[in-house]
């Protein structure tokens, strides 16, 4: 069994393996001790629903998050 989740700071995303994430990219990356609480998914919902930081007007989540998932 993996112990190695990492959440992605920018958009909440949690990563099962840090490995298979690009080195320019770790940075932004924190281990992830232990399932997160109700309160932290909580914080990265609203973090999906409020304006985007680019400055477009939009929801992050219909903005940049879509660019960087897709
Ligand atoms: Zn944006």
Redesign the pocket.
Known sequence: MKGNLSMDTRIGKITNDINEVPPKERKFYVPVQRDMSAKEKADTQIRLYSP???G?G?T?KF??YRKAAA
């Open positions: 985007c930081a680019c477009s939009k992050f903005c940049c």
